[in-house]
T-cell receptor, first 115, second 104 residues
Framework: EAGVAQSPRYKIIEKRQSVAFWCNPI?????LYWYQQILGQGPKLLIQ????????DSQLPKDRFSAERLKGVDSTLKIQPAKLEDSAVYLC?????????????FGNGTRLTVT | GQNIDQPTEMTATEGAIVQINCTYQ??????LFWYQQHAGEAPTFLSY????GLEEKGRFSSFLSRSKGYSYLLLKELQMKDSASYLC?????FGDGTTLTVKP
């Protein structure tokens, strides 16, 4: 089966600019997650979707970050305006369900550098 | 959310056995996952425990004690390619990972 697809792979922007990331989950996976991973830390959950509904966005900085999954498949994550501390790897993951033993499958991530 | 704690770094010798511990808050527990993450790559799933006891998968085993909020990942016959970060996780909450360095 095809894995989780993410693009772009790398992005360099200046602070106060905007950026968007795209994710296509594994076919049939209802749950989609966006994580931020800063070097040396574990992935931090930004937002979780179940189909096209938001399950958890409690750690999403909503003044600058937004995400959508309009048709319950692809998703985009946007940052506007970016800050220096947003430099991180943004990982998208998907799983069959929101609970139970279905593990997360991760994409290769987008490495964002804000200068 | 769940607080998940694990050691930051560990070092072991090729061919040896290493145990990576993880403690977590038991409230809202719904199973514990272990992932492996090589430098510059995405995490990949290793194991899942929801009941107490040991789950064995080849060279890797994972143990869970729900009453103690404790888990460990056991890696046997270490190989150089096992050098990576090992992440303990609830369903969607991750620890900061344990960076394992395997030396010849």
């Amino acid at each position: 089966e095809a894995g989780v697809a993410q693009s772009p792979r790398y992005k360099i922007i200046e602070k106060r600019q905007s950026v968007a990331f795209w994710c296509n989950p594994i076919s049939g996976h209802a749950t989609l997650y966006w994580y931020q991973q800063i070097l040396g830390q574990g992935p931090k959950l930004l937002i979780q979707f179940q189909n096209n509904g938001v399950v958890d966005d409690s750690q999403l900085p909503k003044d600058r970050f937004s995400a959508e999954r309009l048709k319950g498949v692809d998703s985009t994550l946007k940052i506007q305006p970016a800050k220096l501390e947003d430099s991180a790897v943004y990982l998208c993951a998907s799983s069959l369900g929101g609970i139970g033993n279905s593990p997360l499958h991760f994409g290769n991530g987008t490495r964002l550098t804000v200068t | 959310g769940q607080n998940i704690d694990q050691p930051t770094e560990m070092t072991a010798t090729e061919g040896a056995i290493v145990q990576i511990n993880c403690t977590y808050q038991t409230s809202g527990f719904n199973g514990l996952f272990w992932y492996q993450q090589h430098a510059g790559e995405a995490p990949t799933f290793l194991s899942y425990n929801v009941l107490d006891g040991l789950e064995e998968k080849g060279r890797f085993s994972s143990f869970l004690s729900r009453s103690k909020g404790y888990s460990y990942l056991l890696l046997k016959e270490l190989q150089m390619k096992d050098s990576a970060s090992y992440l303990c996780a609830g369903k969607s909450t991750f620890g900061d990972g344990t960076t394992l360095t395997v030396k010849p």
